[in-house]
């Protein structure tokens, strides 16, 4: 197939997948918004706050097996398209119970729900399918950056769309997951149609070869070498801290007088710092290397913990700072830990690998997002928030002792 095919098609999986992102980022910023506040409501109990947030991370670990699989079987079409759609059925299913007062059945659907989260993340190895070495880490990050405008809007239509919900008879704080539903649907639409040629079965195609990094692979394996172990490290301890501190954040504004359009406006600050740095992270991780890049994540999230922990309750800018500062965090460890694990495996085990990395993400999240509840209604957010900057400090020996080799010679595929 002549290069500028290759091209093309990459030109226009980066543009079927931003439309996907925009609208998934929606669905996901939702949960984030409104997922520990209708847990504590339904409940009753700060100490289980943290439970939506394990509960759809521990789905998003089950979708992860499950959207690398297909993926690796029959393309990244069917398989982010399904991951999508199951998402779309959970925030539903997230609706009724909470209409029919059913604790069991909301926490069976956040566990549906997480289906979506799994599926945003798996979307940027498909942005860097048939980008060369050296430039995966902007093509990856352009996947990544799409989801800012649905993630930063998202959490500003939860009041809204909470009113909407008590016009229809629904409790208020279930109202965002109606958004959530469509927005996770659409997105699932978007790339069952339009995601051709599908980038995975076209590079294959190509005839790309394996990297010279990883000659003990068995076909059809996930491969566990020394860089997808390091990279998974980074991505999964990054997870971990960025959702504990998150999970509970709206619920410390909350105790100390905040409303939900205030809470909404801080998560909306730090998911859009989850993924608008997005390109400049992936043109460090391209000039500078994965190391730096991982390196500068632990750094980062350790100012992010510190000025968490040091913020007055009162005082919305500074909070805003901090989870701004811990999204920053999460996404140099994010673009870095992933351009770490494409580098190390072969188009044969890609996608079953990248699975299997983003169920250790997956994972990290849900022991983060219940354990931030046990541990503020044992000692306090300030304490979680201390806590996870320095546990970040474990990035930089990891970081340090792992050589990442340069890339590899590309072959003739879209730049």
Not at 200 to 209: F, H, T, Y
Request: neutral net charge; hydrophobic residues 55%; aromatic residues 4%.
């Amino acid at each position: 197939m002549p290069i500028v095919d290759a091209a093309q098609a990459q030109r226009r999986a980066l543009a079927v997948l931003v439309a996907a992102q925009v609208l998934s980022g929606v669905g996901l910023a939702m949960g984030i918004t409104v997922g520990a506040l209708l847990a504590q409501d339904v409940l009753g109990s700060t100490g289980l706050a943290g439970l939506p947030s394990a509960l759809f991370t521990a789905g998003s670990a089950l979708a992860a097996v499950a959207v690398g699989r297909i993926s690796h079987a029959r393309g990244r079409r069917p398989g982010l398209a399904s991951g999508y759609l199951t998402g779309a059925v959970g925030g539903v299913g997230v609706v009724v119970a909470a209409v029919l007062d059913n604790p069991v059945l909301l926490f069976v659907m956040l566990f549906v729900y997480g289906a979506g989260a799994a599926t945003n993340l798996q979307a940027r190895y498909a942005g860097a399918d048939l980008a060369a070495p050296s430039h995966r880490g902007r093509a990856l990050s352009t996947v990544l950056v799409a989801t800012t405008l649905g993630g930063v809007l998202g959490p500003n239509l939860a009041a809204p769309t909470g009113a909407l919900a008590e016009t229809l008879c629904v409790p208020y704080l279930a109202g965002p997951f109606l958004l959530a539903a469509a927005a996770y649907g659409l997105a699932a639409l978007v790339l069952a149609v339009w995601l051709r040629p599908d980038p995975l079965l076209l590079a294959r195609e190509l005839g790309v070869p394996a990297p010279a990094t990883e000659t003990a692979e068995v076909p059809g394996r996930p491969s566990l070498g020394g860089g997808v172990r390091a990279g998974g490290f980074v991505m999964a301890l990054t997870q971990l801290i960025m959702v504990a501190i998150m999970t509970m954040t709206p619920v410390h504004m909350l105790d100390h007088g905040h409303g939900t359009a205030a809470a909404g406006a801080v998560i909306a600050i730090h998911v859009g710092a989850m993924y608008l740095p997005s390109p400049v992270s992936g043109w460090l991780v391209d000039r500078y290397g994965r190391l730096a890049v991982a390196l500068a994540s632990g750094l980062t999230l350790l100012a992010a913990g510190i000025l968490a922990a040091l913020a007055p309750g009162h005082s919305v800018a500074l909070l805003a700072v901090a989870l701004g500062l811990l999204g920053l965090g999460w996404n140099l460890g994010l673009v870095a830990g992933t351009a770490i694990v494409t580098d190390a495996v072969s188009l044969e085990n890609r996608a079953k690998t990248q699975g299997a990395v983003d169920v250790s993400i997956a994972i990290a999240g849900a022991a983060g997002g219940l354990g931030s509840g046990l541990v503020v209604a044992a000692s306090s957010y300030p304490a979680l928030a201390l806590a996870g900057g320095l546990l970040a400090l474990a990035v930089v020996p990891v970081a340090a002792q792992t050589a990442t080799a340069r890339p590899n010679a590309a072959p003739p595929v879209a730049q």
